[in-house]
């Protein structure tokens, strides 16, 4: 079984003593940490929710998982990002209201602030009061960034897009994404720009706020 293999079984499994360990020695082998993250965890993600939908694994399961995958993301946080100095402005980010699910908000925030951006992360569950009054004390923010996972949370979005578009402080750019947003869910609640995984979130953001 190659490193890989051994890091998304892992994370699969939830086996959370055992991911730090593998994921050190992966970096130590020269594998990419992009690779790490992308054909390791984020890919075990996948196939967790896949059997979640089968009904082979359950809530525990994925909460196991999860934080597997946190702990490894943790070890490979340092060697994600280009070590460019905060320069590009200001970018906020949370979770919509109602939406626990924070692994795919985290990573979007740690790419964008290795693409140079400060980022101001509010969590998972907000309200557009909550994006309102952190918009209010940044005014200066150049990206505003909405993660959502779940279809139930996708009016959350919608109305926490419009909010913030009826604003007081316009002069910010709107990104949404997440697993369920597409390219036409984002049009059609007016969204600045959509990228679906968070390496295109970085570079998305470093355009619109060009
Ligand atoms: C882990 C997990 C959980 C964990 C979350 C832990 C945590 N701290 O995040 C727990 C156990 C808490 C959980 C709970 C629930 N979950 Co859940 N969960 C998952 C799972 C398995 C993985 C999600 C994940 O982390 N993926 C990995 C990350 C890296 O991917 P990502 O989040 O998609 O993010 C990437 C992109 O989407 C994008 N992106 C994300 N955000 C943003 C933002 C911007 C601005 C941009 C540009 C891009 C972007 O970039 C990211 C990185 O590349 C998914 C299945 C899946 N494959 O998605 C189900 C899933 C999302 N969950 C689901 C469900 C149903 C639930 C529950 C309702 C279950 C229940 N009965 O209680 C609850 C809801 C709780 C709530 N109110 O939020 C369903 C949703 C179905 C649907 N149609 O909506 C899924 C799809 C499982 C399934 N196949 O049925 N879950």
Known sequence: MSKIQEIAQAVE?????????????ALNEGIDPLKIL??????????VGEKFQKA??????????ARTMKKGVEI?????????VASLGK???GTVHGDLHDIGKN?????????????IDLGVDVTAEAFLAA???????????????LTTTMPSLKEIAAALKAGEV??????????????EFADQVGADGYSADAAGAAILAKKLAS
Not at 57 to 65: D, G, K, N, Q, R
């Open 38 to 47: 992308n054909e390791g965890m984020i890919a075990a993600m996948s196939v």
């Open 170 to 183: 316009k002069s910010f750019k709107l990104i949404v994404g997440g697993a369920p947003i597409t390219q």
């Open 56 to 65: 082979e694994v359950f809530v525990p399961e994925m909460l196991v998982a």
């Open 76 to 84: 490979l946080k340092p060697k994600l990002g280009d070590g460019s």
């Open 91 to 93: 970018c906020i980010i």
């Open 13 to 25: 499994t939830g086996k959370s003593k055992l991911i730090e360990g593998l994921v050190t020695e």
């Open 107 to 119: 990573l979007v925030a740690l790419m964008i602030e290795s693409a140079g951006f400060n980022v």
């Open 135 to 149: 918009i209010k004390e940044n005014p200066d923010v150049k990206i505003v960034a909405l993660s959502c996972l």
